[in-house]
């Protein structure tokens, strides 16, 4: 019988080719559009879940609120992790991080350094934390002795045999000597340790060992014991503010208690957060490694979904529609002692069959298109060929979806009454025209909410590039490693400042770009212990040609001045800095600060000048306050260059850097590029959001080409008694394509609200952002209205056109 089914579903199909194709390449594209984000989201949610026990795995959290700054920070001070150890039971271990960034390393007796994207000091517990196997080396004495050191496997390559690489010696930045003695394998890449390649010990890092609870630069990981519960261990943490953080400040601020500290509007909260989480829940300061956002992931599920049902639904629409066709088929079978479980079974059958086509026509449309997915999405995503699991899940999902699809046309068909379908009567109510309607409502309604969708990022994105930043981020070039000159940087800055091309030169390790940064807080000279009025600043050293390089504006004050001697000893700050003090720019100048709080012989630091707040965060935080002041190290270069031709520009700085620098890498970076990488994830969404709107609106456009186009065959006689009758191609066509419009304008109508209520959601994680315009709420119906008119029209004009003659003889 299931292969008479067979032989009947694809004798239908045959007889029936335009439909077929539009089903299945419908189909196909929805599947296809799902099974990419499933997998970039599958990628996505299985970020650190790879490491020995993740799930008893958490990281400590700050929540800071101090001299006018609410911080959320994902470091904490110091001597947490030996506090933690001590006084909670229900952890098992526990391991620190201290970042370091960029580092030169060489192998001892070479000349050319190999620079290393990011590294870490961290505690020799750090294997046994996360169950990292060692590849040489022995993980009961890698990392627990000062100045050693452990490599990646890639890492190691570049110096030495990974076989005799235990025990060699590597000179880190030309300063530092270690010792190798250990190599792992390199990191996955879902991990958030993928970019590091070189681990330090922290045993010989002497900040890790001075305890000072109120300073935070250590990101801290602890494991739970089995039988733990998180929850319990929050409290205890809570209690920590009064048990060890008071009395380690108040060496800073003598007399103070944890209840002054809470009267006057302060609160610090340690928390934690499950490994496992941290990549899409969380955004704090000083994260080890970029997240993403969970909000991305619900909206690219909510898009895969849309492109499912939108997919399911063109089925059961033009299936529905064609069911006039097969009424007489139905009729007959019934006559003849089919019932109606077996015609369910059989339309099912056909139903599987087109699902199963567009299944593999998906697969192939997927495997063409994961190389463009990548890159849109960033990842390094693999179709998994060798996993039974996954082709086991595909196929169940492709019966599944055949199955719903055809559905309700099998029940639907399955319900025509033989002796009224014979005689060809009452044609209208079994094509099921309400739920077609419903269905083509329900497609618009999605498209346009993707188009309102896909419109708001773009301003937003827009919005953000045409911003006024605060200072010049175009033809600014930024040179790394300057430090590696040693004594030679003042010569270094000298002579590409001759260069013809160049506008003007500074030295500093802080520019508006994504870098670590460091908080400090001021304390006015008149009021050292008084905490209310203590201020919390970013901390930028810099020189005396930074301000006019990066065209700051001055407010209030001067610039630095090489005339004045004192300006060592002297302080710029910005906007934000002065609301938090809570006097005008005019009334600041002159205040004196310090940011060595309780320390003999305290450096102050007169304000000379106000600068008018810039964005050197993204536009999601608020601006900050932030104070620049005179240091003589620098770890970069900012080159504001008079030329676009860029190429020359860096052909020549990089001739004065290899000769005063020569056998270190010469890497650079444009300021602008560094920007548009800040709101790569915001980039990314409003492509994915074009791309996967547009896939939408095909598919809902396949559905109302083929409705359209049975709608003109099903009045084919009706056209040729209006064309006699004396009406116009205009009129007829009109006549046509009016019914559809209708349906537009009401899936338009169920659209725009619900569009606009969510992208205002999504702009709410802005600090600044656009207000979602009028213009939206015009283009979006009329693009979905020009679609509908482009796509039904053609067969409205095409039936029009006909000669009636033909139409009614035919009839």
Known sequence: MLKNHFKIAWRSLKKQPFFAFLNIFGLAIGIAGGLLISLYIIDELSYDTMFTDADRIHRINADIKFGGEDRKFAVTPAPIAEAIGNDLSEVELTTRFRTRGSVLMKRSGTEVNVKELQSTFVDSTFFKMFGIKLLAGDIKTALSSPNTLVLTKTAAEKHFDIGNAIGQTLLLNNTQTFTVTGVIDDLPKNSFLRDHTIFMSMAGYEDSRIVNWGSNNYQTYIKLIPTA????????????????????????????????????????????IPLTDIHLNSDRVAEISPNNNIQGIYILSFIAVFLLILACVNFMNLSTAYSLKRAKEVGVRKTLGSNKTDLIRQFLVESGL??????????????????????????????PYDNPV???????????????????????????IPVEVLKGSNSNSMGGSRVRNGLVIFQFAISVFLIVGTLVVYQQLQYIQNKDLGFSKDQVLIINDVYTLGNKRASFKEEVNKLGYVKNVTLSSFFPTPSSRGDSTFAPEDGLTDQERAVSMQTWGVDHDYVSTLGFEIIAGRNFDKRFKNDSTSIIINESAVTTIGLSPEEVLGKRYTPDLGQEGARFYTIIGVVKDFHFSPFRENIEGLSLHLEGFAGSMAIKLSTADFQTAIAGV??????????????????????????????????????????????????????????????????????????????????????????????ILVALPIGWFAMDKWLQDFSYRISIGWEVFIIAPLLAVTIAIFTVSYQSIKAAVVNPVKSLRTE
Request: aromatic share 16%; glycine share 8%.
């Open 390 to 416: 996954f082709w086991l899940i595909l196929f169940v999902s492709g019966i599944v979806l055949g199955l719903f699809s055809g559905s309700y046309p099998a029940f639907f068909m399955s319900k025509f």
């Open 229 to 272: 519960n998180v929850a319990d261990i929050q409290e205890p943490l809570r209690n920590f503010l009064g048990k060890y953080v008071i009395p380690g400040v108040q060496q800073f601020m003598p007399g103070i208690t944890e209840e002054q500290f809470k009267a006057a509007g302060n609160h610090l909260i340690y928390s934690t």
């Open 654 to 747: 990089e001739e004065v850097w290899n000769k005063l620098a020569p056998g270190q890498p010469f890497d650079y970076y444009f300021m602008e590029d560094s920007f548009n990488r800040t709101y790569k994830a915001e980039q990314r969404l409003s492509h994915i959001f074009f791309i996967f709107t547009s896939l939408s609106i095909l598919i809902a456009c396949l559905g109302l080409f083929g409705l359209a186009a049975f709608n003109a065959e099903k009045r084919t006689k009706e056209i040729g008694v209006r064309k006699v009758l004396g009406a116009s191609v205009g009129q007829i066509t009109y006549k046509l394509t009016q019914d559809f419009l209708r349906l537009v304008a009401v899936g």
């Open 354 to 383: 087109v699902s199963f086509g567009a299944l593999l026509v998906a697969i192939l449309v997927a495997i063409v298109a994961l190389p463009f997915f990548n890159d849109l999405a960033n990842k390094d995503i693999s179709m």
